[in-house]
């Protein structure tokens, strides 16, 4: 993805280039849970939760979501 697409891309997930580019490079060890969420919503699934934060248990939050409850 061209850096002005990058640009973009972090605006709409809430955050700066330069925060999604150090942490791409492994600058940044951890990113918070509201991000993950942000960039697999804007990668359209290509990137999702669980790559980025292997640590958290997102099966919880996606068996919630599927059972229609509030989480």
Same mark, same amino acid.
């Given at each position: 993805m061209p850096v002005p697409q990058r640009r973009v891309f972090a605006s709409a997930c809430g955050t700066?280039? *330069?925060?999604?580019?150090?942490? *791409?490079h492994g600058q940044k060890k951890r990113i918070g849970e509201n991000l993950c969420i942000n960039i697999e919503r804007e990668s359209g699934g290509k990137v999702v939760c669980e790559q980025l934060r292997p640590?958290?248990?997102w099966a919880v939050l996606?068996?919630?979501?599927?059972?229609g409850g509030d989480a």
């Open positions: 700066s280039y *330069a925060y999604l580019n150090n942490f *791409a640590d958290v248990d996606r068996r919630s979501a599927e059972e």
